[in-house]
């Protein structure tokens, strides 16, 4: 599903203008990465957690010549669902 999918998908099941299902969504995602950007968790219960998770720094290898280069650590996104959607999903 894409984002126009599911934009439709919202103004279907809500009955809401296309228009409000689309700021609506650009309003969830806007909200989810600034609370992830300020280091909280998205906590919704029976679907999921968004959270924030440090990666470590690492070896690599450059495909095409083979030399090794230093990978830096970094913050990286995550979600893990809950056990409701992993339910509906089985």
Same mark, same amino acid.
Request: charged share 30%.
């Given at each position: 599903?894409?984002?126009? =999918? +599911?934009? /439709? !998908?919202?103004?279907?099941?809500?009955?809401?203008? $296309? !228009? /409000?299902?689309?700021?609506? +969504?650009? !309003?969830?995602? !806007?909200?989810?990465?600034?609370? +992830?950007?300020?280091?909280?968790?998205?906590?919704?219960?029976?679907?999921?957690?968004? $959270?924030?998770?440090?990666?470590?720094?690492? $070896?690599?290898?450059?495909?095409?010549?083979? =030399? =090794? +280069? $230093?990978?830096?650590?970094?913050?990286?996104?995550?979600?893990?669902?809950?056990?409701?959607?992993? /339910?509906?999903?089985?």
């Amino acid at each position: 599903m894409n984002k126009q =999918e +599911l934009i /439709d !998908a919202l103004s279907d099941e809500t009955g809401f203008t $296309k !228009a /409000d299902a689309t700021r609506f +969504l650009q !309003a969830y995602t !806007a909200t989810v990465s600034k609370s +992830l950007k300020k280091g909280k968790d998205i906590q919704l219960v029976g679907f999921g957690t968004f $959270k924030v998770t440090k990666r470590k720094a690492r $070896k690599g290898r450059n495909p095409q010549t083979g =030399e =090794e +280069l $230093k990978i830096p650590s970094r913050k990286v996104p995550a979600f893990r669902p809950g056990k409701a959607l992993r /339910d509906a999903v089985n």
